[in-house]
């Protein structure tokens, strides 16, 4: 598979996410204006609980799915898709089950069982997310990214509408923003479906293959548990140590990295297909280094960009009461860039069907994450969560990195990429309080710099998407 194919499909990705997403971000200033920070807070809570029930449910076979599917074995993409289709059904049935124990986890979140029936809302968003898997899965691996997209359009755009309905004209507060995701994730699973066109049969479902998948995908489990508690824990330590105030400023501070997420999880889903599809080509390993300095030059860019200008974003698009919440902007920003670019360089692990090595590497970066938390957060707040976020990111990515090069060494240019950071890191650092025309002049110095810095990079994407638009003509 070439670089053009994967420079479309990431770029379908990247338009139907920036079309929804950005209308969705820029409506924050409705949410901040019905939602209290104590809403968003409880909101965000009870998210980020049941969230960790989906990783869970799917169990790693979302993984397994795209690391089995290119096998060259007669019928083996129906194998697959069967195999794990049925499997996800029957643990789409847990997160229902769960719904019998809302009041108890409720009173464990909150001390109170006032909020049991939004804890069953998103237990009932989990289970039929579970179901999305397999269907959306499927057309990745075809390379069917319009389409992908389309739904995801679609679905986006629902929520949207829903989100408008439920918080700003109904004003149905903690539980609004819950009820427009079991809503959307229901349509979601409907359109994919309908638009799949993949038969359904009891036949293919293969014993012995399922006994691989799972021997690939169960060390992936703690690993996926452990991703969880260095992306969302933050949240509960906020919650025990400073309140639900603290973990809805937080909660605005995560919702900004939307612009940076619109890029990350387009690229990341087409360089599932484009990487497997293209491992055994000789020139391979050149391609992936191409879309690491991609993902390095424009992830960076918009980092320093946000965390540049982040007070001035959060005042404008929030209500007064999370104007704090810009503190946190800087380092959330690089933390997910570093998750970003930890997705491109632990193919190593995967290729090899090494997935052991991932949970090693999640797990040193969560152990960090939660000791400097539990040392940090009770007197820093937000900021320390941050921080820490930052730094569990950091060094999941360095063992990623090393684990991934002992499997399947590629020539990153790793010192060029750490350099570029570092020195964006610092500028935020260092100029972030200066008056804003300086901070103009040095964002734009300094974009100049980068691209000049990875010119040769920009160069063969531009010659891509040019020679791709002169074809069409």
Same mark, same amino acid.
């Given at each position: 598979?070439?670089?053009?194919?994967?420079?479309?499909?990431?770029?379908?990705?990247?338009?139907?996410?920036?079309?929804?997403?950005?209308?969705?971000?820029?409506?924050?200033?409705?949410?901040?204006?019905?939602?209290?920070?104590?809403?968003?807070?409880?909101?965000?809570?009870?998210?980020s609980f049941t969230g960790l029930l989906l990783p869970i449910c799917v169990m790693g076979l979302d993984?397994?799915?795209?690391?089995?599917?290119?096998?060259?074995?007669?019928?083996?993409?129906?194998?697959?898709?069967?195999?794990?289709?049925?499997?996800?059904?029957?643990?789409?049935?847990?997160?229902?089950?769960?719904?019998?124990?809302?009041?108890?986890?409720?009173?464990?979140?909150?001390?109170?069982?006032?909020?049991?029936?939004?804890?069953?809302?998103?237990?009932?968003?989990?289970?039929?997310?579970?179901?999305?898997?397999?269907?959306?899965?499927?057309?990745?691996?075809?390379?069917?990214?319009?389409?992908?997209?389309?739904?995801?359009?679609?679905?986006?755009?629902?929520?949207?509408?829903?989100?408008?309905?439920?918080?700003?004209?109904?004003?149905?507060?903690?539980?609004?923003?819950?009820?427009?995701?079991?809503?959307?994730?229901?349509?979601?699973?409907?359109?994919?479906?309908?638009?799949?066109?993949?038969?359904?049969?009891?036949?293919?479902?293969?014993?012995?293959?399922?006994?691989?998948?799972?021997?690939?995908?169960?060390?992936?489990?703690?690993?996926?548990?452990?991703?969880?508690?260095?992306?969302?824990?933050?949240?509960?330590?906020?919650?025990?140590?400073?309140?639900?105030?603290?973990?809805?400023?937080?909660?605005?501070?995560?919702?900004?990295?939307?612009?940076?997420?619109?890029?990350?999880?387009?690229?990341?889903?087409?360089?599932?297909?484009?990487?497997?599809?293209?491992?055994?080509?000789?020139?391979?390993?050149?391609? %992936?280094?191409? +879309?690491? *300095? /991609? &993902?390095?030059?424009? =992830?960076?860019?918009?980092?320093? @960009?946000?965390?540049?200008? !982040?007070?001035?974003?959060?005042?404008?698009?929030?209500?007064?009461?999370?104007?704090?919440? %810009?503190?946190? +902007?800087? *380092? /959330? &920003?690089?933390?997910? =860039?570093?998750?970003?670019?930890? @997705?491109?360089?632990?193919? !190593?692990?995967?290729?090899?069907?090494?997935?052991?090595?991932?949970?090693?590497?999640?797990?040193?970066?969560?152990?960090?994450?939660?000791?400097?938390?539990?040392?940090?957060?009770?007197?820093?707040?937000?900021?320390?969560?941050?921080?820490?976020?930052?730094?569990?990111?950091?060094?999941?990515?360095?063992?990623?990195?090393?684990?991934?090069?002992?499997?399947?060494?590629?020539?990153?240019?790793?010192?060029?990429?750490?350099?570029?950071?570092?020195?964006?890191?610092?500028?935020?650092?260092?100029?972030?309080?200066?008056?804003?025309?300086?901070?103009?002049?040095?964002?734009?110095?300094?974009?100049?710099?980068?691209?000049?810095?990875?010119?040769?990079?920009?160069?063969?994407?531009?010659?891509?998407?040019?020679?791709?638009?002169?074809?069409?003509?």
């Open positions: 598979m070439n670089l053009k194919s994967f420079a479309k499909g990431s770029g379908i990705l990247i338009i139907s996410n920036v079309i929804l997403k950005a209308m969705n971000f820029f409506l924050m200033p409705l949410y901040t204006k019905y939602l209290t920070t104590e809403m968003l807070g409880i909101s965000d809570t009870i998210t993984s397994a799915f795209a690391a089995f599917y290119y096998d060259n074995e007669e019928k083996q993409a129906e194998k697959v898709f069967n195999t794990i289709f049925f499997v996800l059904v029957a643990a789409g049935c847990v997160p229902i089950l769960l719904c019998g124990f809302s009041q108890q986890i409720s009173e464990i979140l909150f001390e109170s069982d006032t909020y049991s029936a939004i804890v069953i809302l998103a237990l009932l968003s989990v289970s039929i997310n579970v179901l999305v898997v397999p269907f959306a899965l499927n057309l990745r691996m075809k390379n069917k990214m319009l389409m992908y997209g389309i739904v995801n359009m679609i679905t986006s755009f629902c929520m949207l509408l829903l989100n408008i309905l439920f918080v700003a004209v109904l004003e149905l507060g903690t539980s609004s923003l819950i009820l427009s995701t079991v809503l959307a994730h229901l349509i979601q699973l409907i359109l994919f479906i309908a638009v799949n066109k993949q038969g359904i049969f009891i036949c293919y479902f293969d014993i012995p293959l399922l006994k691989r998948l799972l021997c690939f995908a169960i060390p992936l489990i703690p690993g996926v548990i452990l991703s969880w508690v260095l992306s969302l824990s933050d949240r509960y330590i906020l919650l025990h140590f400073r309140g639900a105030h603290e973990v809805g400023l937080y909660g605005v501070g995560t919702r900004l990295l939307t612009v940076l997420n619109i890029f990350i999880s387009s690229v990341t889903m087409a360089y599932t297909t484009f990487a497997y599809g293209s491992k055994n080509e000789s020139n391979a390993k050149d391609k %992936y280094v191409k +879309v690491f *300095d /991609l &993902m390095v030059l424009i =992830l960076g860019g918009i980092c320093f @960009t946000l965390a540049l200008f !982040g007070k001035e974003i959060v005042a404008f698009m929030t209500a007064p009461g999370y104007h704090s919440a %810009y503190i946190i +902007v800087r *380092d /959330l &920003m690089f933390a997910q =860039l570093f998750y970003g670019i930890t @997705t491109i360089v632990s193919y !190593g692990m995967l290729f090899e069907k090494k997935s052991v090595y991932v949970l090693f590497s999640n797990f040193l970066g969560a152990a960090v994450n939660i000791i400097l938390n539990l040392q940090f957060v009770p007197e820093y707040g937000i900021a320390a969560a941050a921080f820490t976020t930052l730094a569990g990111y950091m060094l999941t990515f360095l063992f990623s990195y090393l684990f991934s090069q002992k499997l399947y060494y590629c020539d990153y240019k790793i010192r060029k990429a750490t350099v570029f950071l570092a020195v964006l890191y610092a500028l935020s650092i260092f100029i972030a309080n200066d008056p804003l025309g300086i901070r103009i002049v040095i964002w734009s110095v300094t974009a100049a710099a980068g691209l000049f810095f990875y010119k040769d990079i920009m160069i063969e994407f531009c010659t891509i998407f040019i020679s791709k638009r002169e074809k069409g003509k």
